[in-house]
C-alpha cells in the first residue's frame, strides 16, 4: 500500500482544530450519490465546507469515501481498495430510501445492529488505528431514544473515529421536525465526536444546531446543492446561491473542460440558479445540452462568464491504480437489478426538473423541492 500512499490528513485533528474556531465546529459536506464530485467538492472547497466512480487531485483533502456495504467483505474490500487516496471511509447506515431498506442496505443496516458492529471490527483489524472509520446513522425507529445512544456507545467501543447522526428515523418525513433532544443525548454520551445532520439550509441554522446539540460538527447534503456557499459566513441567511459561487462553478466547467460532464456540470446550475428564473427562462435552460449555451446565457442574463485562469490553478487530476490490493473473494452483482448509470439523470433530478417546470414566476426557493424533501 506504501508505494501509492498519499500525504494523509488525520480527521480528528480536524475537529480539534474546528473546536477551536469562532463558529466552533466542522463544516461537512454529506456524500451525495451522482452530485459529490471532484470538481463540486473543489467549489465547496472554495466556500469553506470540508468535505459512484471516484476521482481525486492532489489538493482533494480531507477527504472521506461513504460506502453503502451489508457485510463485512463488502465494506473491507471497497476501503482497502480506495485506502490509498482518501482521509477516511464511511459505513452508510443513513439511506432511507425503500430500495435500500430493503436490500439491507443503509437503514436497513439498522435492523441488523450486530452486523453493523461486525463490519466495522473487521476493518479495524485490516487498516491502520489512526485511519478514520465513522458511522452515518439515523435514530433507532420506535425504540427511544435510549437505543440511539446504546448503540452509538457499542460503536465507539468497537473503534469508530465518530458518528454522523441524523436527528430523524428511517421512516420519518423531512417535513418531520428534527429530533434536537435525541442528538443532544447521543452527544452527551460519547466521547468520540458526534456531527449532526438534518434539516439545514443556512449558514445560521448550521450554528443554531451546533449551539443547541454541541454536535462537534455539522453536515449538510441538499442545502448545498441548492447553495454550495452555505457555510460561508458572509451569506448568513441566505438560502439562494450568491451569483460569485456560480461564477466560480463556471470557471471549473470552462477549465476542467470535457473532464466534468455536461450533465453534471448542468444540474448543479439547475439547483443552484432556478429560484432565481422565471419560467421561461427556466424552461429555456432545461433544454440545453452543450457547456457553450450555459455560458452564452449567464453572459447574456447575467453578464457574468467564465474567467480566464491561470494554468497553473488548473485541477490536478490523479490516477487511481488500484493494484496494490487484491480482493480475496469477487463480489457478485445484484442479480436482476439495473446498473448504476452517471449518464442517466437519476430520480433526484427527475423529480426537482418536474418540480421547477411547474412552478410560475414567482416559485420561491423556501417553497421548492430542497425544503419538501431535504
Known amino acids: 500500500m506504501n508505494s501509492t500512499e498519499r ?4 480527521i480528528l485533528d480536524l475537529f480539534r482544530e474546528a473546536k477551536r474556531q469562532k463558529h466552533g465546529f466542522l463544516r461537512v459536506s ?30 482533494d483533502h480531507p477527504v472521506i469515501a461513504q460506502f453503502a ?5 463488502e465494506f473491507s474490500n471497497a476501503s482497502q481498495l480506495i485506502y490509498p487516496y482518501v ?26 445492529p450486530e452486523k453493523i458492529k461486525d463490519i466495522i471490527l473487521s476493518i479495524r483489524r485490516v487498516l491502520k488505528e489512526d485511519f478514520s ?12 431514544r435510549d437505543s440511539t445512544v446504546d448503540f452509538a456507545r457499542q460503536l465507539e467501543k468497537c473503534g469508530v473515529s465518530f458518528i454522523t447522526l441524523h436527528g430523524r428515523n428511517m421512516w420519518q418525513k423531512s417535513s ?46 441538499r442545502g448545498l446543492l441548492s447553495n454550495p456557499a452555505l457555510f460561508n459566513p458572509c451569506y448568513k441567511n441566505q438560502t439562494t446561491t450568491p451569483l460569485t459561487c456560480v461564477q466560480d462553478w463556471l470557471n471549473i466547467g470552462a477549465q476542467t473542460d470535457s473532464s466534468l460532464q455536461f450533465m453534471c456540470f448542468h444540474h448543479h446550475l439547475t439547483f443552484m440558479w432556478s429560484s432565481n428564473m422565471k419560467k421561461k427562462p427556466r424552461l429555456e435552460f432545461n433544454s440545453f445540452s452543450r457547456k457553450q449555451q450555459i455560458y452564452d446565457f449567464f453572459k447574456e442574463k447575467y453578464h457574468i462568464e467564465p474567467s480566464v ?24 452483482g445484484l442479480n436482476g437489478e439495473e446498473a448504476w448509470n452517471s449518464n442517466s439523470h437519476g430520480k433526484f433530478f427527475k423529480e426537482f426538473q418536474k418540480k421547477i417546470v411547474e412552478k410560475d414566476d414567482h416559485y420561491e426557493l423556501e417553497n421548492s423541492f430542497f425544503n419538501e424533501l431535504s
Open 7 to 10: 500525504s494523509r490528513c488525520n
Open 30 to 59: 454529506a456524500p451525495m450519490v451522482r452530485y459529490s464530485k471532484l470538481e463540486f467538492r473543489h467549489l465547496l472547497r472554495k466556500h469553506f465546507a470540508r468535505q459512484n466512480e471516484f476521482r481525486t487531485s492532489t489538493d
Open 69 to 73: 456495504a451489508k457485510n463485512a467483505a
Open 87 to 112: 482521509d477516511g471511509v464511511d459505513l452508510n447506515c443513513g439511506c432511507p430510501q425503500s430500495w435500500a431498506i430493503s436490500k439491507g442496505y443503509g437503514c436497513g443496516l439498522l435492523k441488523r
Open 133 to 144: 472509520v465513522s458511522v452515518k446513522m439515523r435514530l433507532f425507529y420506535n425504540e427511544g
Open 176 to 221: 418531520e421536525p428534527l429530533n434536537v433532544a435525541a442528538i443532544q443525548d447521543v452527544k452527551k454520551s460519547l466521547q468520540i465526536p458526534l456531527v449532526a445532520n438534518g434539516g439545514v439550509r443556512t449558514w445560521q441554522e448550521a450554528c443554531d444546531l451546533h449551539e443547541q446539540t454541541n454536535a462537534d460538527g455539522i453536515m449538510v447534503a
Open 309 to 332: 485562469l491561470n494554468p497553473n490553478n488548473q485541477l490536478k487530476y490523479q490516477k487511481c491504480t488500484y493494484n496494490h490490493f487484491t480482493p480475496e473473494l469477487a463480489l457478485k
